[in-house]
């Protein structure tokens, strides 16, 4: 298999370059031109081999790298973050922590590593997950002080939505100047709510590239929060205390493109959502719970953020 190292092309930021929280103030490690590809290592649970030395999983993190800076960004932008390469590791693991996740019941301390054969995560003998990997962190700075990257909001942060695969792309509006973007958090496989508290983490790479939407082609409404466009379908992505506020943020938003796209009014496309679009979780064991609103793109008259993502390959397992 192509190594990520015989890319000289592609400019590469390694994992010790992580971050504990999108930060505005930091160094830009790599400046790129609109459009550019560029590489991100991940670090992961296992990353440094703590793992496997404690049980104290508490103390383990799993940062962000960056930040990347973007050539001709200014705050407002809506900027479309194309995911054209994911390539992880052949491990990964996963935790479970007293007072964390989303059962009734509580669950104890516990870690458990997997391996991936054939593209397939091999849980336990005789059961196995389809690998379809995704990144569980992805944004930018926003202005003052940076949340932790274990944070989501208008910034992007851990969303840990499951669509965000090769192939897909973020928009997420610039709170700084050149956007200053993290990313980290790959997951081998993970399902909408990520119940247990983790995914299953693995080390890894991902290849992006960065392009400001022009004006003409964002919706009327603007955008407030993240926009994921994935599998031909368009994504709205809410936030909050709980999975209501969250669910309604989500809704709002993609109500407002709709109805800006199709110049209905709120009741009727509020119907189309009702009929058409699917509610669900993308995280609901963080301090802040994400939502996610999925509506197929042909609803849309216009396609929203529509720009060409060329140069995109399948997911890659390897030894990184």
Known sequence: MENIQTLPTVPRIGYENASPSFDANARPLLT????EHFWLDARSLLTGGLFEETGEYEKLSIPVTGPVAV?????????RVDVHEIRIANRGAMVTLPGRGGFTRGLGRAGHVVEIVDDQVVFSDGITIPIRPMVGKIGVAPVG???????????????????????????ISAQVAEAMLYAGDLHAAQGDGECSLTAVEVEGSVRLSCTVVPREASPDSGIKRPVVLSGGSVITMG?????DEAARLAL???LEMLQADRKWSRERTAMLLSAAADVSVSQLVNARVSAKVTLASRYFSVEPFSLDASDTMNVQVSDV
């Open 32 to 35: 790129v031109n609109q459009g």
């Open 71 to 79: 050539r001709g960004v200014s705050p407002g932008d809506a900027i």
């Open 145 to 171: 002080a940076g949340p932790n990257s274990s944070t989501v909001g208008i910034h992007g942060g851990n969303m840990d939505c499951k669509d965000v695969t090769a192939g897909a792309a973020v928009v």
């Open 239 to 243: 936030d909050g205390e709980t999975l």
């Open 252 to 254: 709002d938003d993609m």
